[in-house]
């Protein structure tokens, strides 16, 4: 009986904070465009899509269904872990937080994202490893069992996923502005690498499941996070390229 | 145009051309023989890990290759300096290399899967390798002959 209520109230809580999230976000949007440029529509669609996709494996039927079943547990990992971080990156918050914060704050807060630990956290390399990494240790070791058994250690694994799926998004393409930024050739290759790693991950799934998973599960769990993966990386990397190609776009002076 | 900027866009335009023939087979590959033949399996029981790795890497560069390939493309045509020819020439080189590295290394000595699970799978072996050889030979002559034409229209 314990467990049902502290489950309740965790869910009422999740409640509550995606509801928050998609309320600030609004209203600081509406009131800066007082002082500020109207804020862009498709962003408001980008970040309730976001917020709504990250809600999805966390509270309703896919939470529940994600506990029993491995190939639901995908479908959480790729809308948490890709595609809601995508979507958040895409409605550009931090840009929006600068433009809501009084200066002395905003202030501060660049000054903290420009600090040796984002720099290096928000490295390609090591958001690379942060993410994909995670997913090796999360279903090569027993983790993946254990995190069926402790609310806590769920809680964890999945908000390190979505971390670091977001860490590793604003890592490649810049929609807000970056504090640090990295070479789009380091990118690339850094992203190739990440991509491979995922997809071999993948198909070793498929004949070797994580401790407690039944094959004919891990199977199509393989198969869904190899092209879903794909899916949502084409994404990223028609940006990155995107990015790159008008970085580079050629200059009057050139003479072409 | 001086000399090294028209070197700087002729190996562009081969490498974007490379790029995509590469991405093209990847895609071709994934799409008509795993999903729509089914003659391709996802993963073979008995593949060794160095198989997987292969497959992954390449699959990663495929997805990679086609958008930056294509990218490059709008690029040279914005800067006005496709050479159409070289261009396709690089694609079927691209095309050729992957598809012989995929029929010989990746199907054969790596067991990744075979082109399709039936008795006398050489002969479909062999079509595979030398369709790869024929577009390796035609894309280098293409590129070759695009070449010897020294003011390709930059």
């Known amino acids: 009986m314990n467990h049902v209520h502290a489950l309740s109230s965790v869910f009422s809580l999740n409640i509550v904070i995606f509801i928050i999230?998609?309320?600030?976000?609004?209203?600081?949007?509406?009131?800066?465009?007082?002082?500020?440029?109207?804020?862009?529509?498709?962003?408001?669609?980008?970040?309730?899509?976001?917020?709504?996709?990250?809600?999805?494996?966390?509270?309703g039927p896919l939470a529940n269904l994600a506990h029993l079943d491995f190939k639901a547990h995908m479908v959480g990992h790729l809308l948490l872990g890709m595609l809601a971080p995508l979507l958040l990156v895409l409605a550009a918050p931090m840009t929006l937080i600068m433009r809501t914060l009084p200066l002395a704050l905003a202030r501060q807060l660049s000054r903290i994202l420009k600090?040796?630990?984002i720099r290096f956290l928000s490295d390609p390399l090591i958001a690379a490893f942060l993410n994909i990494g995670g997913l090796y240790i999360l279903y090569l070791t027993d983790l993946y069992m254990w995190m069926q058994q402790s609310m806590l250690l769920h809680s964890i694994?999945?908000?390190?996923?979505?971390?670091?799926?977001?860490?590793?998004?604003?890592?490649?393409?810049?929609?807000?502005?970056p504090a640090h930024r990295t070479s789009y050739v380091y990118r690339a290759v850094v992203f190739v690498f990440a991509l491979a790693s995922h997809g071999i991950l993948a198909k070793y799934?498929?004949?070797?499941?994580?401790?407690?998973?039944?094959?004919?599960?891990?199977?199509?769990?393989s198969i869904l996070m190899y092209y879903g993966g794909d899916a949502i990386e084409i994404v990223i990397i028609t940006i990155l390229c995107?990015?790159?190609?008008?970085?580079?776009?050629?200059s009057f002076a050139e003479g072409i | 145009m001086d000399v090294l900027t028209h070197q700087k866009f002729a190996s562009r335009n081969?490498?974007?051309?490379?790029?995509?023939?590469?991405?093209?087979?990847?895609?071709?590959?994934?799409?008509?023989?795993?999903?729509?033949?089914?003659?391709?399996?996802?993963?073979?029981?008995?593949t060794p890990e160095v198989g997987l790795v292969s497959d992954g890497l390449f699959h990663a560069f495929s997805w990679f290759a086609t958008i930056g390939g294509l990218f490059l493309f709008a690029d040279l045509r914005r800067r006005k300096?496709?050479?159409?020819?070289?261009w396709w020439g690089g694609v079927l080189l691209g095309a050729g290399v992957f598809q012989l590295y995929d029929g010989t290394i990746q199907h054969k000595l790596m067991r990744l899967h075979q082109i399709r699970y039936v008795e006398h799978v050489y002969i479909y072996d062999l079509i595979w390798n030398i369709a790869a050889v024929i577009m390796i030979f035609i894309g280098g002559i293409l590129i070759v002959r695009s070449k010897v034409k020294k003011d390709f229209s930059l």
Not at chain 1, 207 to 221: A, I, K, W
Not at chain 2, 81 to 86: A, I, K
């Open chain 1, 242 to 250: 995107y990015q790159w190609f008008r970085a580079t776009r050629p």
């Open chain 1, 205 to 221: 799934l498929y004949v070797h499941p994580p401790t407690g998973v039944p094959s004919s599960q891990s199977e199509s769990g």
């Open chain 1, 157 to 177: 694994v999945y908000l390190h996923v979505f971390f670091a799926g977001y860490l590793f998004t604003i890592s490649m393409i810049y929609i807000d502005q």
């Open chain 1, 21 to 59: 999230a998609i309320v600030l976000y609004i209203t600081a949007a509406l009131i800066t465009n007082r002082t500020y440029r109207s804020w862009p529509r498709s962003r408001y669609f980008f970040w309730i899509a976001g917020v709504l996709i990250t809600a999805l494996p966390i509270i």
């Open chain 2, 81 to 86: 300096v496709l050479s159409v020819r070289r």
């Open chain 1, 115 to 117: 600090s040796k630990l």
């Open chain 2, 14 to 46: 081969l490498w974007s051309g490379f790029l995509f023939g590469v991405g093209l087979v990847g895609f071709i590959d994934e799409t008509v023989f795993h999903q729509l033949l089914h003659w391709h399996h996802f993963y073979d029981r008995s």
